[in-house]
């Protein structure tokens, strides 16, 4: 943690270019908000909630957020200085007395702690009052130009929209994020003007300000542009989960997972994968899914919310949503594990099942073809293809049991509430609407008949 710092977060505007009812902030990135990685990296740095400027849908911002910060609203979005004004009047001068102003964007969730460090160390360093992150890009587009004296130090911040065109031409950039003493920064805002393109109290224009009195101005340039990528646009978003979900399969791959394709797979910053553990292109990984240790993910695996133990294998094209896999189990392929159903050790489900609110005892099987749900299945239950658990009557759901042990044969029906009792068998093609006692074969087929010569007559 650094000392005697505020953090400050911009984080007011609606984000019209994202083309959404959303505020751009609470858009998901790798599974969470991005404003949650800005957030993250302000508590890297200050012990102290960040205070955040929020205007646009605050009351939504404030539930997602709650005590991670401290609130200053921005009725009219006027500027980034008009922003930070709102800022300040929270904080107060004696808040900023002695102290540095740490600024961030809500909508730049990519900025390594590493970074800020640097940043505010250069500021101490050269006792600057001002110190902004800037970043050299092949195309600029929008972004406020830094212009820089024959001595290399920064002169001023030119917005886009007010630059010349051989000012236009500069590729170092202004990429948002600024270091300010802040007593300096406190005595100075009530300084800023809307004369200017936009009509706004820019922030940038207090580096001139600062520089004619006499203070220190200064620059680091950050290693890697993408770390002050903004989001703006739907291709902005793309681009920031990428480049999150690249970092997290980074860190996956230093902590021993196997990826046989990295950057085919999707996966949020929440999911958590053990050594050993081997993922195939086109695997998709969300929400708190945890995956053991020694594990196979075939392609095309999509989980959300699932928990897998160790030496799993999880066959191509398996889905699962809210489940629990336990150790050495398999699954698929072309499965679907629905909300509630867990396997236990060492169970088996195969190609084209189906299971919901089912709980498997270890050891228990369902090849191929079936579905089950509403239903508890015994240690070392067999179950044969195309067998179903008849939980629904229209209006309520019901509860199978099968014990363990039991046998259900291929093309069987078993309509619920019903029991099947310990080893017991179930014949091939019934429809079980009665328990079955342990031990007990249950059959209700009619009786085969066989008519000799009837094709040939059919045919005539």
């Not at 929209?161 to 406190?186: M, Q």
């Not at 800023?192 to 001139?208: P, R």
């Not at 990984?285 to 919310?305: A, D, F, M, R, S």
């Not at 342990?438 to 009619?446: F, G, K």
Request: proline share 3%; with cysteine.
């Amino acid at each position: 943690m650094t000392e005697n710092i505020e953090v400050i977060i911009l984080a007011a505007g609606l984000g019209t270019r994202m083309k959404s009812a959303k505020i751009k902030i609470l858009h998901h990135a790798a599974g969470r908000p991005i404003i949650d990685y800005v957030l993250d990296l302000a508590a890297e740095i200050c012990d102290e909630p960040p205070v955040m400027v929020i205007g646009h849908q605050r009351e939504a911002v404030q539930k997602q957020i709650g005590d991670r910060a401290r609130y200053a609203v921005q009725e009219q979005q006027l500027g980034t200085g008009h922003a930070v004004m709102q800022a300040m009047s929270l904080l107060g001068r004696d808040g900023v007395a002695g102290k540095r102003v740490l600024i961030l964007s809500g909508d730049v969730p990519l900025t390594r702690p590493e970074t800020l460090r640097r940043l505010i160390a250069e500021h101490e360093k050269s006792n600057n009052a001002l110190t902004l992150l800037t970043m050299k890009l092949e195309d600029p587009a929008m972004y406020g130009r830094v212009v820089r004296d024959n001595n290399d130090a920064v002169m001023r911040i030119v917005e886009a929209k007010d630059a010349s065109d051989d000012e236009k031409k500069i590729a170092e950039v202004n990429a948002g994020i600024y270091v300010f003493d802040g007593e300096r920064l406190f005595e100075n805002l009530s300084n800023l003007s809307t004369d200017n393109a936009q009509g706004e109290y820019y922030l940038t224009d207090l580096l001139g300000m600062l520089r004619n009195a006499g203070h220190r101005v200064g620059a680091v340039i950050v290693d890697d542009p993408i770390e002050a990528h903004g989001v703006n646009s739907r291709s902005d978003l793309a681009t920031v989960e990428t480049a999150i979900q690249r970092r997290v399969v980074a860190k996956l791959m230093r902590d021993g997972v196997t990826f046989r394709n990295p950057d085919t797979v999707v996966i949020d910053s929440t999911v958590s994968i053990g050594a050993d553990t081997v993922v195939y292109p086109f695997v998709t990984l969300e929400g708190t899914t945890k995956i053991g240790e020694g594990c196979v993910v075939e392609p095309g695996v999509h989980l959300i919310n699932v928990t897998v133990g160790d030496d799993v294998h999880l066959k191509t094209g398996t889905v699962a949503e809210d489940a629990i896999v336990e150790d050495e189990a398999s699954v698929g392929p072309y499965a679907h594990l629905r909300p509630g159903s867990q396997l236990g050790r060492h169970v088996k489900i195969g190609n084209f099942v189906e299971t919901k609110k089912a709980v498997f005892g270890e050891g228990a099987k369902a090849s191929h073809l079936s579905y089950i749900g509403d239903a508890e299945v015994g240690a070392n239950v067999n179950i044969g293809a195309g067998t179903i658990t008849c939980n629904y009557d229209g209006v309520r759901k019901h509860k199978t049991v099968i014990e363990d042990g039991a046998f259900i044969g291929s093309d069987s029906q078993l309509v619920a509430p019903v029991r099947i009792g310990k080893g017991a068998y179930v014949g091939a093609g019934s429809t079980i609407t009665k328990d079955v006692p342990a031990e007990a074969l249950a059959l209700s087929r009619t009786p085969q008949k066989t008519i000799e010569g009837w094709a040939e007559r059919k045919k005539k």
